[in-house]
């Protein structure tokens, strides 16, 4: 049973449009939920994350939205660029990482 | 400062066999996870060792282990391998244990089982 839920699967945005992924979970006990950004060929990077106890966090372009009573949280990513294509991982954890399945993301110049 | 090194970076092995893949942490991390990558179930966590300690595991069959070195190097084995095994097998270190402490990615060990 996937512990945390991702969409879009895949996602195609137009240069300097806004990327919006999100994501969803059950378990009460996550307190921890980042993001990850995967190039092909490398590992996964932490990108951004947050704690529950705050209900937005942005770095740079990068914003999580997080919604504590409907257990879901977003990555927006604005004004995105070709070279943010690549594929993005949310994650939630109450120790180990649950990861998302993943959302490939296509920035068209 | 060098990042998370994985050895090797290919392997083919065939059904039946045993394989032991390797990683070497950031220099003073002391903590490393273990995870499975494949296109069907995504990132799947198995595994984190801190001070030579077995701190978490995730939900994998004992086929599956692990060990950790005084020198933070880690390793993980599989044994009596199968075909759903073919992956890619990540390696993360960070600083300290607990899911606070940022973990960096190798670029993996890709396992083919034939």
């Known amino acids: 049973q996937q512990q945390v839920k991702q969409s879009p699967q895949s996602l195609i945005v137009q240069k300097g449009g806004i990327s919006i992924i999100n994501c969803a979970y059950e378990?009460?006990?996550?307190?921890?939920f980042p993001w990850y950004q995967q190039f092909p060929g490398k590992g996964p990077a932490l990108l951004i994350a947050?704690?529950?106890?705050?209900s937005e966090k942005k770095e740079g372009r990068f914003t999580i939205s997080f919604n504590k009573s409907a257990k879901q949280f977003s990555l927006h990513i604005m004004d995105s660029q070709p070279g943010d294509s690549a594929t993005y991982f949310c994650?939630?954890?109450?120790?180990?990482?649950?990861f998302g399945t993943g959302t490939r993301l296509t920035v068209i110049p | 400062k060098a990042g998370v090194t994985q050895t090797p970076r290919y392997l083919i092995k065939t059904r039946g066999q045993q394989v032991t893949l390797s990683c070497s942490p950031i220099?003073?991390?002391?903590?490393v996870s273990w995870y499975q990558q494949t296109p069907g179930q995504g990132l799947q966590f198995l595994f984190e060792?801190?001070?030579?300690?077995?701190?978490n595991k995730g939900n994998f069959p004992g086929r599956f282990s692990g060990r950790q070195f005084s020198n933070s190097r880690s390793e993980m084995n599989v044994s009596t391998l199968e075909l759903g095994d073919s992956a890619l097998y990540l390696c993360?270190?960070?600083?300290?244990?607990?899911?606070?402490?940022?973990?960096?990615f190798g670029p993996g060990t890709r396992l083919t089982v034939l």
């Open positions: 220099s003073g991390h002391r903590s």
């Open positions: 378990n009460t006990a996550f307190d921890y």
């Open positions: 993360a270190s960070s600083l300290s244990s607990g899911k606070f402490s940022e973990q960096f």
């Open positions: 060792y801190f001070s030579e300690t077995q701190r």
């Open positions: 947050i704690r529950p106890d705050v």
């Open positions: 994650a939630a954890a109450p120790n180990n990482l649950f």
